[in-house]
């Protein structure tokens, strides 16, 4: 059946009037299986006789391993299956691995330096190759002139092969140099000197008037209180949020002085921090009858509420309030 197959794919080909609409899909599948299968043959034959042949290939004489990598470029330009590239693969690893071997065996030694030779060339070079009839012996007892003109000629030689600077005879110019006098050290006379001369004085230590402060804080605390006071007397029965009073939506700084300032009200006991029934801080008086007049801060457990807030928790405080307008007005 398979040359049957085979024979009918061959006729289809010679003749031009045979299209491939005549040919049974059933034949083409057939010679393309054929096909395949003598692929794999001259594949596993090209392993087996690389494997056989493998001392010979190694030689580094012999060409054994570029035949058997040309033959396996030709299989491979028919390869269309897995089966057969696997195949290929398998050759091209065994031929790295000859390849290798291959390499190993090759003559390493040119690297060497050979003494004797070199020893005959700069005879040669320096025109003393006469010397090599009389003996090595005869360059030690010749005289020293020989030997001077002899490095003289090597050292002329290498020179001109390397880069180098010229030499200073005359590093300090054409005058002729004597030894200095040592003179005096009279650096820190000078450097005084110098700065009685131009006035230069260390500045001057200044005391903080700390007062001063103190009282720049009192005066806002008091403004802010005047706020919150102004606030329980228009609203008396409605506790202000503690966030919306104090955070300022323009302004993170001012926001954390104004946290700074209410945490004194709450401390002198004008004022007092709870949280409401959503656990949310909220602001009201001691006492709603005594507001205006002051309330006496021994009575009550003196604490100066502060808390502690990010730039990015002020930031959500004023879009989950949408506060978009600061109760505590800026004083300047």
């Known amino acids: 059946m398979k040359v049957e197959a085979a ?28 096909k395949c299968r003598s692929i794999r043959k001259q594949y596993r034959q090209l392993i087996y006789n690389v494997q056989q042949n493998r001392d010979d290939i190694v030689n580094t004489a012999s060409e054994s391993l570029t035949e058997a990598l040309e033959e396996a470029n030709v299989l491979f330009d028919a390869v269309s299956r897995t089966r057969e590239a696997a195949l290929d693969a398998q050759f091209l690893v065994l031929a790295s691995d000859l390849g290798k071997e291959k390499a190993k065996q090759l003559n390493s030694d ?61 590093i300090f110019g054409s005058f002729k140099s004597e030894p200095s006098a040592r003179k005096p050290r ?11 001369e131009n006035g230069d004085m260390p500045t001057k230590l200044r005391k903080l008037d700390l007062c001063s402060n103190q009282e720049a804080t009192e ?11 102004t606030y329980f007397q228009k609203y008396p029965d409605t506790p202000v949020s503690y966030f919306e009073f104090v955070i300022d939506p323009n302004s993170f700084s001012r926001t954390v002085e104004n ?3 209410v945490s004194f009200i709450v401390r002198d006991g004008f004022a007092r921090i709870r949280l409401d029934q959503d656990r949310l801080p909220i602001l009201e008086p001691i006492n709603i009858n005594h507001v205006g007049e002051g309330n006496d801060s021994s009575s009550h457990c003196r604490k100066q509420g502060v808390i502690s807030l990010s730039l990015q928790d002020w ?12 109760m505590i007005t800026n004083s300047y």
Not at 110 to 134: K, R
Not at 186 to 196: A, I, T
């Open 7 to 34: 024979a009918v794919a061959d006729a289809c080909s010679d003749d031009l009037s045979c299209g491939e609409a005549d040919i049974d899909p059933s034949l083409l599948e057939l010679v393309d299986e054929e």
């Open 219 to 229: 005066k806002e605390v008091e403004r802010i209180l005047g706020l919150l006071q």
């Open 186 to 196: 009279l650096e820190h006379r000078k450097r005084v000197y110098r700065m009685e």
């Open 315 to 326: 930031k959500n405080i004023v879009a989950t309030f949408e506060i978009s307008e600061a």
């Open 110 to 170: 040119m690297s060497l330096f050979n003494q004797v030779a070199f020893c005959d060339f700069l005879l040669i070079f320096v025109g003393l190759n006469w010397m090599e009839d009389d003996g090595r012996d005869a360059l030690s007892d010749c005289d020293d002139n020989i030997v001077r003109s002899f490095w003289e000629t090597v050292q002329k030689e290498a020179t001109s092969w390397m880069l180098q600077a010229e030499t200073f005879h005359f």
């Open 259 to 261: 946290i700074f300032y």
